[in-house]
């Protein structure tokens, strides 16, 4: 995956508050992919947030945040990748390659296993209000199709009777303007996921290394730890710095940017899919969060940027090292800030005891 669409798929299709798809990406997928015979049987569930203004007004929009974060946290959970949060207080769906009864199976199981979580944490039940549609014949799926039966049939659902089975209504021809209005509410939304595509560019990329900038980064990490918080799922950070920066700035200050870049292509290439690298701060710092990875395998993977950077330095203009810094969540720290802390202070160590090192941090440092 190039940058570009690293980029683009971390942020300007992601909901940065819930991590799930947004409406941008779901309108994506319904201009590409369907109409295909082969998602046969298709289906979608919808799902709304039950009260989540009332939850605003009576309990603050910070607590209305925290219910949407779980909620998409848990759906992710439950249901894989196929999730996308499409307005304020409602969800979507993505069910292919199961027969309709599967799918329903799947879907009264999450309903109530959302709210057995929901009561652990004291919220009010049913949570969520959702609808399950079943489209037959999918090689006739189109935008319009869609969104009639998502929006028909969410009416339908309230707090009497929260969850309910469809199966879909056909387009008829007196409803020739209603589609219209519909297709072009769908062009528009495409129209803006490309604007915002472009502003994200702009606004996240660092114009020297082509990689995400310390904004982008840090949005990364509080995503990354949104997700992690709840069940303390573990993950790793490096941070990194180069050792000669100075030396290539002395030359001149493009050829300082000239090793920013190649150092971000090497660290591109040293990184696994899903992980995430990103510049952090000025100079030549990095960050690489590891999702999901033991303090022994960070080492292996920061030992491994290292040596990739030292054999591929031999044809720049001066040879170049790395020196890095791990933390772990949730040993070395819960918040951000004590995370990157306690990065700097094993990265400093790593300086201080000769450069070219990976250094873990301490509880103590």
Not at 5 to 27: H, K
């Amino acid at each position: 995956m190039t940058t570009e669409r690293n980029l683009q798929a971390q942020f300007s299709d992601i909901d940065l508050l819930t991590g799930c798809f947004n409406l941008v990406s779901f309108a994506k997928r319904v201009e590409a992919e369907f109409g295909r015979v082969d998602l046969t049987p298709l289906t979608i569930i919808g799902i709304d947030v039950h009260q989540l203004r009332m939850v605003n007004r009576t309990r603050g929009y910070d607590h209305g945040d925290q219910l949407l974060r779980w909620l998409g946290i848990a759906l992710r959970d439950e249901m894989g990748n196929n999730i996308y949060r499409i307005s304020g207080d409602a969800f979507v769906i993505i069910l292919t390659g199961k027969t309709t009864q599967e799918n329903d199976t799947r879907a009264r199981n999450l309903f109530e296993r959302l709210n057995h979580q929901a009561r652990q944490l004291d919220l009010s039940t049913p949570v969520v209000r959702m609808a399950v549609i079943h489209f037959t014949d999918p090689g006739l799926l189109n935008t319009a199709l869609v969104w009639k039966n998502l929006n028909e049939y969410m009416e339908m659902v309230d707090a009497q009777q929260p969850f309910s089975i469809f199966a879909e209504k056909h387009l008829e021809r007196r409803e020739g303007e209603s589609i219209h209005a519909i297709e072009l509410m769908a062009e528009r939304i495409l129209s803006l996921g490309y604007m915002l595509n472009v502003t994200f560019r702009l606004a996240y990329t660092d114009p020297v290394g082509h990689l995400p900038n310390a904004i982008a980064t840090r949005r990364k990490l509080e995503l990354t730890l949104a997700e992690s918080s709840p069940t303390h799922k573990q993950f790793s950070l490096l941070m990194i710095d180069g050792d000669n920066l100075k030396q290539y700035n002395t030359v001149s200050y493009a050829d300082g940017d000239t090793l920013v870049a190649q150092l971000s292509a090497v660290l591109m290439n040293v990184i696994r899919p899903g992980d995430f690298v990103g510049r952090w701060r000025f100079g030549d710092e990095f960050v690489i969060i590891l999702p999901d990875t033991d303090i022994v395998t960070a080492v292996k993977i920061g030992d491994r940027a290292r040596a990739a950077v030292q054999d591929a330095s031999e044809g720049w203009l001066y040879p170049t090292t790395i020196s890095i810094g791990i933390v772990h969540y949730p040993i070395h720290g819960i918040t951000i800030d004590q995370l990157m802390d306690k990065a700097e202070a094993a990265l400093k160590s790593a300086k201080e005891a000769g450069k070219n090192r990976t250094v873990v941090s301490s509880p103590s440092d």
